[in-house]
């Protein structure tokens, strides 16, 4: 150890001398000690060795190739945490450093002579079990001779401080994590939040994965309900397409496949040994070497798969980060599912309002089957759509085209008629809706001879789509039938499309067929009608033509024979000229009730007060009978002779009946609502209340023909006219007080 | 004047007669009991040419008083012919047919046999004007 410290070259070494601290004190010593005798070197010697065992540093002093441990101090013995054998090669007390390169550089620092300083070198020490880090020297010591002898070790432990600066590196690698998820997570609830379509937000999504995650390229697809084939929505990063192989993925095969079939993610950083992958060729080139594959799940259902490679190892927070991605893609996806039905469902019922408002106003009933073929052919995606009325022959089989949309007619011209086999007959039983991705692999196809399936040339109808017109007593109308050369092309929205047209094709031609019913029944009143007038014209003439003879035959008779007729057969032959005059004005009577409130003319504005004052002056009421206006009149706008028939017919009722000289008659008109409401009041003998029903039929009279001359006619038409105007007739008396009669009249009537 | 009456109903012939002997009236009259009948009766001369009036029934078998006019209207020989409708029919139908038709007039037929004497006076004034020169 003399001869280490004489070369004085090594600053750290000699400039530690000066300072107290026991690491220092060593080589001023050797120098110091060099010239002594050697009690003096031995005294020098045991002062040392207790500097050494005082010497806060751990210390240790190794002599020899085999580097026996000579002297050891206690900082040391605590440092490595156990007893050290003195006089025996420090091998023997660690053999575990064996493997780590320790003895290596001790054998290479006495070989060579040159000191070692090793710097948070990790040492793994049986004694404490743990890796710990040290700061240390090996330093040569040299004889007289100059040659090594031994070498000083003087070691600190600095794991702590390694650590520390590991836990600081840890973290702010954390935090660049963070920063990163975080990024990441926003951009897609950016995608997730916004206006976009499901596959614009997916592909926001895996845009977000590449940028964030080290994806050389990330995929989302989706797997639609009921389906069973994953759809490629998005594409980022290295590879952008959605066609080719990956486009459409059946679930359970390949990689992807398997990841939604197992409900599972699957992750791997060793890509191009891992016997998932297809392609492992490709991965080796491309230089992959992680794959991460996240099933998305929304209560515990699979709606997707989203993957990424990448060319650098997976890291823990990035497989968390795409944990919670998965999670939040699922969601955003369901969301957006959610959000599409929403709107499909509001634009569906739109566009049934549309197609329904389009259909019902349509009354032809041929037009109309051709509409709604047309419009449900559109709405579905058919290539082409048929609507074939449910008339079954003798055999119980052929059904009979009626339209079809799509195609030329002769397309189908050609064939026979579609008969009742099992695919058809659940349309025309009205069993419910045929929906089939491909009707040739469908168990209900083919099974009939002499086709076993689709007559050669036949339209190529691969998807299938049926839905029975049921009528609203239930009845099968028909069926509408679509198809489409291409597989699965019919989706539930076609069918529920399919079926809100066929909802409003039944109501429609119902309401076609009561149209047509309508039609019949007003030609058969029009019929009716004419007959009727044909009747009053034959009635005017041919009954009124014998009255006319009686009535002049007997007042020949009277004439001739002058004075030889007897007083009771004049009497006689004058009664029976009355009771003609009365058959005729019975006859009169029946024809116009016949006409009241059917012939109408063009409505005009009617100053109520004038038409009455003309009224009034054409009855004539001989005095001191008198009719009387009341009140302001209003004026309307209506047609002029019906409501003047009716006011005549309630005055002269009214004077006639009034059985006395002063009869008075007041009318009075007031406006309510959209109606006028006239009232004729006299001061006749009034109506008991059981004749108030009575005295508006027809032909009926309260007094012998004898007593009043009137036919019975008079009420029997105000009643009809006025009804025939949508207003009403009514009377109110009390017998012995008077009678009021009142009526209403529309103030505005409509052109006709 | 003579005077050709198209009508079907003897009780009405009589009465026209009636009427005319109670206004003496003396002109000829003949009778026709339907249109058909009128018709030949004013080509074939019966009714002598020159001076006729027809007195024209609306409701006759065979052929009617429109159908009647009809015929008159499209006969160049007969086009000018005056024709007065005595009828019972109030039809407004019936009046618009014969007034484009071209009649002198349209009458109906009263009930009592003493305003058709007044009636047939009233006539007899129409026609002596119309044939005053």
Same mark, same amino acid.
């Given at each position: 150890?003399?001869?280490?410290?004489?070369?004085?070259?090594?600053?750290?070494?000699?400039?530690?001398?000066?300072?107290?601290?026991?690491?220092?004190?060593?080589?001023?010593?050797?120098?110091?000690?060099?010239?002594?005798?050697?009690?003096?070197?031995?005294?020098?010697?045991?002062?040392?060795?207790?500097?050494?065992?005082?010497?806060?540093?751990?210390?240790?002093?190794?002599?020899?190739?085999?580097?026996?441990?000579?002297?050891?101090?206690?900082?040391?013995?605590?440092?490595?945490?156990?007893?050290?054998?003195?006089?025996?090669?420090?091998?023997?007390?660690?053999?575990?450093?064996?493997?780590?390169?320790?003895?290596?550089?001790?054998?290479?620092?006495?070989?060579?002579?040159?000191?070692?300083?090793?710097?948070?070198?990790?040492?793994?020490?049986?004694?404490?079990?743990?890796?710990?880090?040290?700061?240390?020297?090996?330093?040569?010591?040299?004889?007289?001779?100059?040659?090594?002898?031994?070498?000083?070790?003087?070691?600190?432990?600095?794991?702590?401080?390694?650590?520390?600066?590991?836990?600081?590196?840890?973290?702010?690698?954390?935090?660049?994590?963070?920063?990163?998820?975080?990024?990441?997570?926003?951009?897609?609830?950016?995608?997730?939040?916004?206006?976009?379509?499901?596959?614009?937000?997916?592909?926001?999504?895996?845009?977000?994965?590449?940028?964030?995650?080290?994806?050389?390229?990330?995929?989302?697809?989706?797997?639609?309900?009921?389906?069973?084939?994953?759809?490629?929505?998005?594409?980022?990063?290295?590879?952008?397409?959605?066609?080719?192989?990956?486009?459409?993925?059946?679930?359970?095969?390949?990689?992807?496949?398997?990841?939604?079939?197992?409900?599972?993610?699957?992750?791997?950083?060793?890509?191009?040994?891992?016997?998932?992958?297809?392609?492992?060729?490709?991965?080796?080139?491309?230089?992959?070497?992680?794959?991460?594959?996240?099933?998305?799940?929304?209560?515990?259902?699979?709606?997707?798969?989203?993957?990424?490679?990448?060319?650098?190892?997976?890291?823990?927070?990035?497989?968390?980060?795409?944990?919670?991605?998965?999670?939040?893609?699922?969601?955003?996806?369901?969301?957006?599912?959610?959000?599409?039905?929403?709107?499909?469902?509001?634009?569906?019922?739109?566009?049934?309002?549309?197609?329904?408002?389009?259909?019902?106003?349509?009354?032809?009933?041929?037009?109309?089957?051709?509409?709604?073929?047309?419009?449900?052919?559109?709405?579905?995606?058919?290539?082409?759509?048929?609507?074939?009325?449910?008339?079954?022959?003798?055999?119980?089989?052929?059904?009979?085209?009626?339209?079809?949309?799509?195609?030329?007619?002769?397309?189908?011209?050609?064939?026979?008629?579609?008969?009742?086999?099992?695919?058809?007959?659940?349309?025309?039983?009205?069993?419910?809706?045929?929906?089939?991705?491909?009707?040739?692999?469908?168990?209900?196809?083919?099974?009939?001879?002499?086709?076993?399936?689709?007559?050669?040339?036949?339209?190529?109808?691969?998807?299938?789509?049926?839905?029975?017109?049921?009528?609203?007593?239930?009845?099968?109308?028909?069926?509408?039938?679509?198809?489409?050369?291409?597989?699965?092309?019919?989706?539930?929205?076609?069918?529920?499309?399919?079926?809100?047209?066929?909802?409003?094709?039944?109501?429609?031609?119902?309401?076609?067929?009561?149209?047509?019913?309508?039609?019949?029944?007003?030609?058969?009143?029009?019929?009716?009608?004419?007959?009727?007038?044909?009747?009053?014209?034959?009635?005017?003439?041919?009954?009124?033509?014998?009255?006319?003879?009686?009535?002049?035959?007997?007042?020949?008779?009277?004439?001739?024979?002058?004075?030889?007729?007897?007083?009771?057969?004049?009497?006689?032959?004058?009664?029976?000229?009355?009771?003609?005059?009365?058959?005729?004005?019975?006859?009169?009577?029946?024809?116009?009730?016949?006409?009241?409130?059917?012939?109408?003319?063009?409505?005009?504005?009617?100053?109520?007060?004038?038409?009455?004052?003309?009224?009034?002056?054409?009855?004539?009421?001989?005095?001191?009978?008198?009719?009387?206006?009341?009140?302001?009149?209003?004026?309307?706008?209506?047609?002029?002779?019906?409501?003047?028939?009716?006011?005549?017919?309630?005055?002269?009722?009214?004077?006639?009946?009034?059985?006395?000289?002063?009869?008075?008659?007041?009318?009075?008109?007031?406006?309510?609502?959209?109606?006028?409401?006239?009232?004729?009041?006299?001061?006749?003998?009034?109506?008991?209340?059981?004749?108030?029903?009575?005295?508006?039929?027809?032909?009926?009279?309260?007094?012998?023909?004898?007593?009043?001359?009137?036919?019975?006619?008079?009420?029997?038409?105000?009643?009809?006219?006025?009804?025939?105007?949508?207003?009403?007739?009514?009377?109110?008396?009390?017998?012995?007080?008077?009678?009021?009669?009142?009526?209403?009249?529309?103030?505005?009537?409509?052109?006709? | 004047?003579?005077?050709?009456?198209?009508?079907?109903?003897?009780?009405?012939?009589?009465?026209?007669?009636?009427?005319?002997?109670?206004?003496?009236?003396?002109?000829?009259?003949?009778?026709?009991?339907?249109?058909?009948?009128?018709?030949?009766?004013?080509?074939?001369?019966?009714?002598?040419?020159?001076?006729?009036?027809?007195? &024209?029934?609306?409701?006759?078998?065979?052929? $009617?008083?429109? @159908?009647?006019?009809? !015929?008159?209207?499209?006969?160049?020989? #007969? /086009?000018?012919?005056?024709?007065?409708?005595?009828?019972?029919?109030?039809?407004?139908?019936?009046?618009?047919?014969?007034?484009?038709?071209?009649?002198?007039?349209? &009458?109906?037929?009263?009930?009592?046999?003493? $305003?058709?004497? @007044?009636?047939?006076? !009233?006539?007899?004034?129409?026609?002596? #004007? /119309?044939?005053?020169?």
């Amino acid at each position: 150890m003399n001869s280490t410290a004489d070369r004085g070259e090594r600053p750290d070494v000699s400039s530690n001398a000066s300072e107290p601290s026991g690491a220092a004190v060593p080589p001023p010593a050797e120098n110091q000690l060099r010239p002594q005798h050697p009690e003096d070197v031995e005294r020098a010697r045991a002062h040392l060795h207790s500097l050494f065992m005082q010497a806060p540093a751990p210390i240790i002093v190794m002599r020899g190739p085999e580097h026996h441990v000579e002297l050891v101090n206690a900082p040391y013995l605590r440092l490595v945490g156990c007893d050290v054998r003195v006089g025996r090669p420090l091998r023997e007390t660690f053999p575990e450093l064996e493997s780590q390169g320790i003895f290596d550089i001790l054998d290479g620092v006495y070989a060579s002579g040159t000191p070692f300083e090793g710097k948070e070198l990790p040492v793994l020490l049986r004694a404490s079990g743990e890796e710990r880090f040290f700061n240390f020297v090996y330093q040569p010591m040299r004889g007289t001779g100059g040659d090594v002898e031994g070498i000083m070790t003087f070691a600190y432990d600095v794991t702590e401080q390694v650590r520390a600066r590991q836990q600081e590196t840890r973290a702010a690698a954390f935090l660049q994590q963070r920063q990163k998820e975080l990024a990441l997570s926003a951009e897609m609830g950016v995608a997730f939040a916004g206006a976009l379509s499901i596959r614009d937000m997916l592909h926001q999504c895996a845009e977000a994965m590449v940028r964030h995650l080290d994806a050389a390229f990330a995929r989302i697809w989706t797997l639609e309900e009921g389906s069973n084939v994953l759809e490629l929505q998005a594409s980022a990063g290295q590879y952008t397409h959605l066609d080719g192989p990956h486009a459409r993925v059946p679930v359970g095969q390949f990689k992807i496949g398997l990841i939604a079939r197992e409900a599972k993610p699957h992750l791997t950083n060793d890509v191009q040994q891992d016997s998932r992958v297809g392609d492992r060729e490709w991965a080796k080139r491309e230089g992959m070497v992680s794959f991460a594959g996240y099933p998305l799940i929304v209560d515990s259902k699979v709606i997707g798969v989203m993957a990424m490679f990448s060319r650098v190892p997976l890291k823990e927070g990035t497989l968390s980060a795409l944990n919670s991605i998965a999670d939040s893609i699922a969601v955003g996806i369901q969301r957006k599912r959610a959000e599409a039905r929403a709107h499909e469902e509001s634009e569906t019922l739109d566009i049934l309002n549309k197609v329904g408002q389009f259909i019902a106003a349509e009354l032809d009933t041929d037009k109309l089957v051709q509409a709604i073929t047309d419009s449900a052919t559109r709405l579905t995606g058919a290539q082409f759509g048929a609507f074939f009325y449910n008339v079954v022959d003798d055999r119980g089989e052929a059904y009979t085209l009626y339209t079809i949309s799509g195609v030329p007619r002769e397309a189908f011209s050609k064939f026979p008629m579609p008969r009742n086999t099992k695919v058809f007959a659940p349309t025309f039983a009205g069993e419910g809706v045929v929906r089939v991705a491909n009707i040739r692999k469908d168990p209900r196809y083919g099974q009939n001879p002499p086709y076993h399936g689709m007559p050669s040339g036949h339209l190529p109808v691969v998807s299938y789509l049926a839905v029975p017109v049921v009528s609203r007593d239930g009845r099968v109308i028909g069926g509408l039938f679509f198809g489409h050369g291409k597989e699965g092309v019919f989706t539930e929205r076609a069918e529920r499309l399919a079926v809100g047209v066929a909802a409003q094709a039944s109501i429609a031609m119902d309401n076609a067929s009561l149209f047509r019913e309508a039609q019949r029944l007003i030609r058969a009143l029009e019929r009716s009608n004419q007959d009727l007038d044909q009747f009053a014209y034959v009635t005017s003439h041919d009954l009124k033509a014998p009255l006319r003879g009686i009535a002049n035959l007997s007042q020949w008779i009277e004439e001739d024979l002058g004075a030889a007729l007897s007083a009771d057969s004049r009497k006689h032959l004058d009664l029976m000229r009355r009771r003609v005059h009365r058959m005729d004005a019975l006859i009169d009577g029946i024809l116009q009730y016949s006409r009241a409130g059917r012939v109408r003319g063009m409505p005009e504005t009617l100053e109520v007060g004038r038409l009455l004052q003309e009224l009034v002056e054409l009855v004539a009421p001989r005095p001191p009978a008198m009719v009387e206006l009341q009140g302001e009149l209003p004026v309307l706008f209506t047609e002029r002779v019906p409501l003047q028939q009716v006011l005549m017919n309630l005055i002269t009722n009214a004077l006639k009946h009034a059985r006395r000289e002063d009869a008075r008659v007041v009318v009075s008109a007031v406006e309510d609502g959209d109606f006028c409401r006239f009232t004729v009041t006299d001061n006749g003998p009034g109506i008991a209340p059981e004749f108030h029903e009575r005295i508006w039929g027809i032909f009926q009279t309260l007094e012998a023909r004898d007593k009043v001359e009137g036919t019975g006619i008079g009420l029997a038409v105000v009643k009809k006219v006025v009804e025939s105007r949508g207003g009403k007739a009514w009377v109110e008396s009390a017998a012995g007080a008077g009678a009021r009669f009142h009526f209403t009249w529309p103030m505005k009537e409509r052109a006709a | 004047m003579n005077i050709l009456l198209v009508e079907d109903d003897e009780v009405d012939v009589m009465n026209v007669r009636r009427a005319f002997d109670r206004n003496k009236i003396a002109n000829p009259v003949y009778v026709a009991e339907n249109g058909l009948e009128g018709l030949r009766m004013l080509r074939d001369g019966t009714v002598p040419r020159g001076r006729r009036l027809v007195l &024209l029934d609306l409701n006759m078998p065979k052929m $009617n008083g429109i @159908e009647f006019l009809r !015929a008159v209207r499209q006969d160049p020989d #007969l /086009v000018g012919l005056s024709v007065v409708v005595l009828t019972t029919s109030n039809e407004e139908r019936d009046k618009v047919d014969a007034y484009k038709l071209n009649v002198a007039g349209y &009458l109906l037929k009263p009930v009592t046999f003493t $305003n058709f004497v @007044e009636l047939t006076s !009233a006539l007899n004034k129409y026609w002596t #004007l /119309v044939e005053m020169p």
